[in-house]
């Protein structure tokens, strides 16, 4: 593991070359998506982070105050206020709300703008805050694999407490996880916010072999009906269902590069503070990273997440879960 002081040479090495590049007039050329809705505290950390790097492109959704919330009013206005602070050369697009059109449709419907506009790009929602490499990371794996149809998304978290899958800067997994995250047009084109195949999809062989324990298809047919019946109001399971739907792979870093800072009482579903709260973020250089020889399934590390994260025992009845469809986001959001 790196030591503290490595770590803070190695993204200080990452700054300088970035400086470097802007005054020879080479901007960060990914556009960026950055979600916001009533948390400027968190909000203004990621775009700090975002003026490190001052990407050419960065388009900005906010969603509307709920109706009866005071606190959103001034929240959102603090989150709108932001934008003046945009103080480096770049075009900026602008997406706001009126009125809350709530997580499902507020987020699944910013990424479908971005996608209207552009053919790649990262998502960052206002409180995944990630390290400084990261945006080299998605630019040079978007561009290896924009012709690739079986690769459907590029994530900066790793919550596999460390563990290390083979031998490669990052290995390929069926779950994507979206603490930051990257992916094409050609991929979020096979996204439907209502999962209308469900009902197909969780009957047929495919989803058996996707999902390889007992307990964890428990846990997706659950999830996924509450998305598709509308229990559950939320975007990224509906990712998920894309994703495994088209036989997509993901790719997973093995070392975290993203550190979700919202576990706190502002927050729509992580509220209570996990493991997962605030995990130390490690840099990785682009010339550092070591490719796959093969793209194809790490069974092992996707055997150990659905274990890990995405088990409901026989025991639990449908009416306690539905009880915790409420939370059951918090690996995702």
Known sequence: MLLGMDISL???????????NLENGQAFDVPVLFILFNRPQHARHVLERLRQIKPAQLFVAIDGPRDG????????ELCLALLDEIDWPCNVAKLIRDRNLGCKLAVSQAIDWFFLQVEE??????DC????????????????????DRVMHIGGCNLYKQNKWGTSSYFFTSIPHIWG?????????????????Y???????????RVLTAGSRRFWERTFEDVFVGRLNTWDFQWVFAVWVNGGLCITPNQNLISNIGFDNTATHTVIATDMANLKTFPILVEKIIFPTKIELNEEATKYAFSEFYQMPSWFSNKFMRLLGI???????
């Open 69 to 76: 919330v005071a606190d959103d009013i001034k929240n959102v």
């Open 129 to 148: 805050l990630p390290d400084i490499t990261f945006f080299d990371f998605c630019r040079v794996l978007l561009d290896k694999y924009t012709h690739d």
């Open 121 to 126: 790009g990262i998502i960052l929602e206002d």
């Open 199 to 209: 009902p197909n999809y969780i009957k047929s062989n495919e989803f058996k072999k």
């Open 181 to 197: 995250w990257a992916t094409w047009r050609r991929a979020w084109s096979k996204y439907d916010v209502n999962i209308a195949e």
């Open 10 to 20: 190695l993204r200080n090495f990452y700054l300088m070359n970035e400086i470097a």
């Open 327 to 333: 939370i059951k986001s918090y690996i995702f959001e």
